[in-house]
C-alpha cells in the first residue's frame, strides 16, 4: 500500500531578526526590529568601540526605534515587538509610535545568505527532497523518509527542528499535512519553535475556521471581493458551489478557490532551487514627484534597472516579464508588469519595459518606493541566442495585479535575500 502522503512546510521564526540575536545575544527576549536598509547605525556603534567583542556591547548603546529617522520600513520583527502590533512592512515611523524603546538593526544579508544555506543542507542531510521557496522557507517532502510518518510527521518536524537549531542557533516551525497548501498554513500554526500536524480529517476543525487570507494565493484584493460577497471564511468558501465562483472570479481562480478550500492540492515537491522572480527596490529619502522630480526619478530608475540586470548576469537568468512596483505617499501600493515575446537580461531593455509599465501607473501623487522585477526567469545557458529585436516585441499582458486574483501565490517568495518585499 502507498504511504500517506505527508508535506511538511518549515520556515524560520522571526529569520533576520533572530539572525542578529546570534551575534548580539544580549538582545533576546527584547524588542528588536530589522529596517531601514543601512548599516550604519550599528557600524557606528562597532566603531565606537572597536575592540570589543558584539556581545559585551551594553544594551543601553544600541539605537533605538524612537531615535530612528528615516523612511525605511521594517523587515521583520522579534516576537517581543511583535507584542506592540509591530510587523513586517511597517513604516518605521508607525512602529515607533508603537514601540519607541524597540532597538532597531539594519539586515545583513551576506549573514542571511550564510544561515539560509546551512538550514537547508542540515534539512538535505535528513531528507533529500526538499523544495526552496526563498529565504527562509523550504516544502520538504517527508511520505518515504524515516520517521516522517509517526505522529504524522511529528517524529521527523522534532528531529529537524533539533538538527536546525544545533547547526545554526535558530528556531523554525514546521506544519506538517496532507499536502503543501495544508502544510503552508500549519506552519503558522504553532509559531514560534512550534510543530502543527493537520490530517485530512482536521479540515473542519482547523481550516475552515480561518479566514479566506490564509490560503497562499488569496491576497488582500481577492479577499476584499470574497468578503463583500459575505465570505469571510475558508468554511464559507468551501460551502459556495464552484459555478458561483467561477461567475465571480473566472474559470481558474473560481475552481481553484473551491479546489483550495476543500483543502484540495497536488502539487508535488519540486527539488530545483531556481528562483521564482528577482527584484530591486528603493525607498526615497524624500517623497519623490513623478513631475517635478522626473530627473531624480530617473536616474533611481535606472540604477535600479541596472543593479537588477547586474543580478540577473551574476546568477545566470534572463527573465520574460518585467514589472514594477511603487508605493504612494499614502502607502498604497500599485504594481504593473508586462511580459515580452523573449527572455532578456539588458539593462536597456528591462528600463525600457519597467518605463512602459510605469506609464500604465497613475502618477498624480507623490512617491516613496520604487522597485523593478524581473519574473518568468530562465536560466539563461538554457536560451538559444535571443537577439535584442527578439525581445523587444511586446505583448501587452494587460497585467493589473492588483485587480486580479491569481491562483498563483500573490506574495511570491522571499527569493535571494538581497530582493526585498515583492
Ligand atoms: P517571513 O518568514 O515572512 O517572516 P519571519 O521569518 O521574519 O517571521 P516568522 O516567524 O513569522 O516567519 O520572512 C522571512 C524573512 O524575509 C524575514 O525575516 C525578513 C524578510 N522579509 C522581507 O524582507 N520583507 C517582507 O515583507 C517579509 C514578510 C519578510
Ligand atoms: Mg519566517
Ligand atoms: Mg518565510
Same mark, same amino acid.
Given at each position: 500500500?502507498?504511504?500517506?502522503?505527508?508535506?511538511?512546510?518549515?520556515?524560520?521564526?522571526?529569520?533576520?531578526?533572530?539572525?542578529?540575536?546570534?551575534?548580539?545575544?544580549?538582545?533576546?527576549?527584547?524588542?528588536?526590529?530589522?529596517?531601514?536598509?543601512?548599516?550604519?547605525?550599528?557600524?557606528?556603534?562597532?566603531?565606537?568601540?572597536?575592540?570589543?567583542?558584539?556581545?559585551?556591547?551594553?544594551?543601553?548603546?544600541?539605537?533605538?526605534?524612537?531615535?530612528?529617522?528615516?523612511?525605511?520600513?521594517?523587515?521583520?520583527?522579534?516576537?517581543?515587538?511583535?507584542?506592540?502590533?509591530?510587523?513586517?512592512?511597517?513604516?518605521?515611523?508607525?512602529?515607533?509610535?508603537?514601540?519607541?524603546?524597540?532597538?532597531?538593526?539594519?539586515?545583513?544579508?551576506? =549573514?542571511?545568505?550564510?544561515?539560509?544555506?546551512?538550514?537547508?543542507?542540515?534539512?538535505?542531510?535528513?531528507?533529500?527532497?526538499?523544495?526552496?521557496?526563498?529565504? &527562509?522557507?523550504?516544502?520538504?517532502?517527508?511520505?518515504?523518509?524515516?520517521?516522517?510518518?509517526?505522529?504524522?510527521?511529528?517524529?521527523?518536524?522534532?528531529?529537524?527542528?533539533?538538527?536546525?537549531?544545533?547547526?545554526?542557533?535558530?528556531?523554525?516551525?514546521?506544519?506538517?499535512?496532507?499536502?503543501?497548501?495544508?502544510?503552508?498554513?500549519?506552519?503558522?500554526?504553532?509559531?514560534?519553535?512550534?510543530?502543527?500536524?493537520?490530517?485530512?480529517?482536521?479540515?473542519?476543525?482547523?481550516?475552515?475556521?480561518?479566514?479566506?487570507?490564509?490560503?497562499?494565493?488569496?491576497?488582500?484584493?481577492?479577499?476584499?471581493?470574497?468578503?463583500?460577497?459575505?465570505?469571510?471564511?475558508?468554511?464559507?468558501?468551501?460551502?459556495?458551489?464552484? #459555478?458561483?465562483?467561477?461567475?465571480?472570479?473566472?474559470?481558474?481562480?473560481?475552481?481553484?478557490?473551491?479546489?483550495?478550500?476543500?483543502?484540495?492540492? &497536488?502539487?508535488?515537491?519540486?527539488?530545483?532551487?531556481?528562483?521564482?522572480?528577482? #527584484?530591486?527596490?528603493?525607498?526615497?529619502?524624500?517623497?519623490?514627484?513623478?513631475?517635478?522630480?522626473?530627473?531624480?526619478?530617473?536616474?533611481?530608475?535606472?540604477?535600479?534597472?541596472?543593479?537588477?540586470?547586474?543580478?540577473?548576469?551574476?546568477?545566470?537568468?534572463?527573465?520574460?516579464?518585467?514589472?514594477?512596483?511603487?508605493?504612494?505617499? &499614502?502607502?498604497?501600493?500599485?504594481?504593473? &508588469?508586462?511580459?515580452?515575446?523573449?527572455?532578456?537580461?539588458?539593462?536597456?531593455?528591462?528600463?525600457?519595459?519597467?518605463?512602459?509599465?510605469?506609464?500604465?501607473?497613475?502618477?498624480?501623487?507623490?512617491?516613496?518606493?520604487?522597485?523593478?522585477?524581473?519574473?518568468?526567469?530562465?536560466?539563461?545557458?538554457?536560451?538559444?541566442?535571443?537577439? =535584442?529585436?527578439?525581445?523587444?516585441?511586446?505583448?501587452?499582458?494587460?497585467?493589473?495585479?492588483?485587480?486580479?486574483?491569481?491562483?498563483?501565490?500573490?506574495?511570491?517568495?522571499? =527569493? #535571494?535575500?538581497?530582493?526585498?518585499?515583492?
Amino acid at each position: 500500500m502507498r504511504p500517506l502522503r505527508r508535506i511538511a512546510h518549515l520556515d524560520m521564526d522571526a529569520f533576520f531578526a533572530s539572525i542578529e540575536l546570534l551575534r548580539y545575544p544580549q538582545l533576546k527576549g527584547l524588542p528588536v526590529v530589522i529596517g531601514g536598509g543601512r548599516r550604519k547605525a550599528d557600524e557606528a556603534l562597532l566603531a565606537a568601540q572597536p575592540a570589543r567583542d558584539p556581545r559585551f556591547i551594553p544594551v543601553a548603546d544600541f539605537p533605538l526605534l524612537k531615535d530612528y529617522v528615516g523612511r525605511g520600513v521594517i523587515t521583520t520583527a522579534t516576537y517581543a515587538a511583535r507584542q506592540f502590533g509591530i510587523g513586517s512592512a511597517m513604516g518605521m515611523m508607525k512602529a515607533a509610535r508603537l514601540c519607541p524603546q524597540a532597538i532597531v538593526l539594519p539586515v545583513d544579508f551576506d =549573514e542571511v545568505r550564510k544561515y539560509s544555506r546551512l538550514f537547508k543542507s542540515t534539512i538535505l542531510e535528513i531528507a533529500p527532497l526538499m523544495e526552496d521557496r526563498g529565504v &527562509d522557507e523550504v516544502y520538504i517532502d517527508f511520505t518515504d523518509v524515516p520517521g516522517g510518518q509517526r505522529e504524522g510527521g511529528r517524529v521527523l518536524a522534532r528531529l529537524i527542528q533539533k538538527a536546525i537549531t544545533e547547526a545554526t542557533g535558530l528556531t523554525c516551525s514546521v506544519g506538517v499535512a496532507p499536502n503543501k497548501l495544508l502544510a503552508k498554513m500549519a506552519s503558522e500554526f504553532n509559531k514560534p519553535n512550534g510543530i502543527s500536524i493537520v490530517h485530512e480529517e482536521d479540515l473542519q476543525g482547523k481550516i475552515w475556521p480561518l479566514t479566506c487570507r490564509k490560503i497562499n494565493g488569496i491576497g488582500p484584493k481577492a479577499d476584499e471581493k470574497l468578503a463583500t460577497l459575505g465570505i469571510q471564511t475558508i468554511g464559507e468558501l468551501a460551502a459556495q458551489d464552484p #459555478s458561483f465562483l467561477i461567475a465571480k472570479f473566472g474559470k481558474a481562480t473560481g475552481a481553484w478557490m473551491h479546489e483550495v478550500a476543500w483543502g484540495r492540492d &497536488d502539487r508535488p515537491v519540486v527539488t530545483s532551487s531556481e528562483p521564482v522572480s528577482m #527584484s530591486r527596490e528603493t525607498t526615497f529619502e524624500r517623497d519623490l514627484h513623478a513631475v517635478r522630480d522626473k530627473a531624480a526619478l530617473g536616474a533611481i530608475f535606472t540604477e535600479l534597472c541596472n543593479k537588477l540586470a547586474m543580478d540577473l548576469a551574476r546568477k545566470g537568468y534572463a527573465a520574460k516579464t518585467i514589472g514594477i512596483k511603487l508605493r504612494y505617499d &499614502d502607502f498604497r501600493i500599485a504594481t504593473r &508588469d508586462q511580459t515580452l515575446d523573449g527572455y532578456t537580461m539588458d539593462a536597456k531593455t528591462i528600463r525600457q519595459v519597467a518605463g512602459q509599465c510605469l506609464k500604465r501607473i497613475p502618477l498624480d501623487k507623490k512617491l516613496r518606493l520604487l522597485g523593478v522585477r524581473a519574473a518568468t526567469l530562465e536560466k539563461s545557458e538554457h536560451l538559444s541566442k535571443i537577439s =535584442e529585436k527578439d525581445t523587444f516585441q511586446l505583448s501587452n499582458r494587460a497585467a493589473d495585479q492588483a485587480n486580479n486574483a491569481q491562483a498563483a501565490p500573490e506574495r511570491v517568495a522571499n =527569493e #535571494s535575500p538581497g530582493d526585498q518585499l515583492f
